[in-house]
């Protein structure tokens, strides 16, 4: 069984950084590919960046291109999410998620943490 834990959510300004971290056990996130999502409240989970299983390819939601960053350090078996200029249309809970392949639906999810950032 996998499980992902995330962490790092909180509230900030707007124009201030976030660093989420979602801890994996039961499958290591290098064989793993993994994702962050978010949900606003009253609106639909989006995608928001992705990490291939097998290399360092990332893919990232138009809104959040060039200001959020994916990553993961297969040492410490987490998976990170670097936030960087947010904006009040940031806000949701982030989830962290993971699949075998690099296609196909996301297999498993974390809890969630909430993210807030004020205007």
């Known amino acids: 069984q996998v499980q992902l834990v995330e962490s790092g959510g909180g509230l900030v300004q707007a124009g201030g950084s976030l660093r989420l971290s979602c801890g994996a056990s039961?499958?290591?996130?290098?064989?793993?590919?993994m994702g962050w999502f978010r949900q606003a409240p009253g609106k639909e989970r989006e995608f928001v960046a992705r990490?291939?299983?097998?290399?360092?390819?990332?893919y990232y939601a138009d809104s959040v291109k060039g200001r959020f960053t994916i990553s993961r350090d297969n040492a410490k078996n987490t998976l990170y999410l670097q936030m960087n200029s947010l904006k009040p249309d940031d806000t949701g809970v982030y989830y962290c998620a993971a699949r075998i392949l690099d296609r196909g639906d996301y297999a498993y999810w974390g809890q969630g943490t909430q993210v807030t950032v004020s205007s």
């Open positions: 039961g499958r290591t996130v290098s064989s793993s590919s």
């Open positions: 990490i291939t299983r097998i290399g360092i390819t990332t």
